[in-house]
């Protein structure tokens, strides 16, 4: 069977690294609207949670850095890690609406798996059992645990990915944006997230933030 004939060189990254979606999606240009809508939320996301705290203008590196809670466990919790949870909301709404109207197939927003890498085994964490675990303050007992934002999935196997993304919203946002890199004490040490979730989930992850776009 042929591929489709795009109308246009297609300047999305998605197409370039995951060529199925356009076959899924149908053509070029689908995958470059649904690429372009994406980076968009992350856009909105961070002008509204921006303008809200610091008007018209982004923190600073001193501001990003300041530290204005601790959390269950004893551990220091940033201005940049609490920006960052206001404007991954903003940006997960956006992107649900996005999903729903140019995803051909279903989709999972921050599900939660346990995902064991020598047995190769991954499961996913119930919403239930995840709210009882965090209601106990100290989130280390989520320490086996992935938690993408999105994976979009080709069919009705949930436990496989088509595409893994991730938004990062870097605080100042001149940092380019980097998959977090797991700790000693991590199940996956000497690892970083985009590596596990390709493992776990067997599809291409992505990062989307708001100045650099969709990168790896």
Known sequence: ???PTATHASSSILAGLVPFL???LGNDNAVDELEEQLVECAHQAERLVNLEFFGHRAPTRQECGEEVEVDGCGERITRAMLLGQRKHALALRCAKQ???QRWPAPFSIEQRYRFYPHARLL???SKEEEARLVSQGCTRELWRTI?????????SNLL???LTLDFKFPCPDTNEPRWTRY???SAYAGSNQGRI???ALQGEAVMVSPRWGMTR
Request: charged share 30%; glycine share 4%; no cysteine.
């Open 197 to 199: 979730y390709q493992e």
């Open 160 to 162: 496989r990915s088509a």
């Open 22 to 24: 356009v076959t899924l």
């Open 183 to 185: 700790g000693e004490k």
């Open 147 to 155: 938690k993408p934002d999105l994976v979009l999935h080709s069919d």
């Open 1 to 3: 069977m042929l591929a």
């Open 98 to 100: 996005v999903l729903e």
């Open 123 to 125: 499961e996913t964490v």
